[in-house]
């Protein structure tokens, strides 16, 4: 296992030293000045020795059966890089729970995340659950500078490649989500800024569907203006939108097995739809209409 600590300033590396002592198996520990999550990975895979090249990000855990997983799909299917999904475990908060299902469900954005075998759009695998083999590597090269969404743009190149690349369902990693809606928003609103980054790079990176979440939140800001304005004329469509989410959030209260979990949802959805969609929507407007430089978003007290 190799550790790459991008020029933390907390107690990381005095943990992970401890860590190494105690293990029963090797850690490789590398350092570096904060240089960004790309520059990171590369710097690892250049340590790297192995003919399988599998990445985890440093707010996961891997399943007990993760590596055993993707080895058995590699040696029967052969593939060039894969993708695998990530999942919340019981001991998590409530509210890191909710926030699993709403970027996990069918319902929301599973289906663009490869949380479904019908996959609303191509499925890119992500860097909390990836991997390549080496021959991979030296072909396309490792990953970019993009502050967010460096492994989308590494996932493009594989399959520009003709790479076999494989979604592995039953490679699970837990993901610990963010732990306040504050942080929560900003990390989705980073991804909407980061799409659009992509799209910038290469618009194959930037399919319809990516347009959704931005076209939902103008759609509910318009009719909730309306409805205040008028509440008596407009007030099927907004009744429509608010019982869908009242919808949502019940399956995701049935899913939790916590009735709090309801009450949550009803925030967390509309954090995760509008937050996305606003980053989305201002990044677009600076890129496209404005045609600025690159623009990363929130880049302080991100976590």
């Not at 790479?163 to 490679?171: G, R």
């Not at 937050?275 to 929130?298: Q, V």
């Amino acid at each position: 296992m190799i550790i790459v600590d991008d020029g933390s300033t907390d107690s990381s590396v005095d943990i992970i030293k401890g860590k190494i002592k105690s293990a029963n198996y090797n850690i490789q520990l590398l350092k570096q000045e904060n240089s960004g999550p790309g520059a990171a990975r590369n710097m690892g895979i250049e340590q790297s020795s192995g003919d399988i090249i599998v990445f985890i990000d440093s707010d996961c855990e891997a399943d007990s059966r993760w590596l055993e997983t993707i080895i058995n799909s590699y040696e029967s299917k052969k593939f060039d890089a894969f993708g695998g999904p990530d999942a919340s475990k019981t001991d998590y908060s409530l509210l890191q729970r909710a926030i699993s299902f709403s970027m996990t469900s069918f319902l929301t954005t599973g289906g663009l995340r490869g949380h479904s075998n019908h996959s609303l759009a191509r499925f890119y695998p992500r860097s909390h659950n990836m991997g390549m083999t080496r021959s991979l590597y030296n072909k396309v090269g490792g990953f970019g500078s993009l502050r967010h969404g460096q492994d989308i743009e590494l996932s493009h190149r594989i399959y520009k490649s003709g790479a076999n690349v494989l979604h592995i369902p039953e490679a699970i990693v837990y993901h610990r989500r963010r732990t306040t809606l504050s942080k929560f928003f900003k990390q989705v609103f980073n991804w909407g800024v980061a799409r659009v980054n992509l799209g910038k790079k290469n618009r194959a990176m930037l399919e319809p569907l990516h347009f959704a979440p931005s076209i939902v939140t103008v759609i509910a800001f318009v009719i909730t203006y309306y409805f205040f304005r008028d509440p008596i004329r407009n007030g099927p469509l907004f009744e429509l939108g608010l019982g869908f989410l009242m919808f949502v959030s019940g399956v995701g209260c049935w899913y939790l097995k916590d009735i709090r979990g309801f009450f949550l949802l009803l925030l967390v959805i509309p954090v995760q739809i509008f937050g996305y969609g606003l980053g989305f929507i201002l990044a677009f407007i600076y890129r496209f209409i404005f045609r600025k430089g690159e623009w990363s978003g929130f880049t302080k007290r991100y976590y």
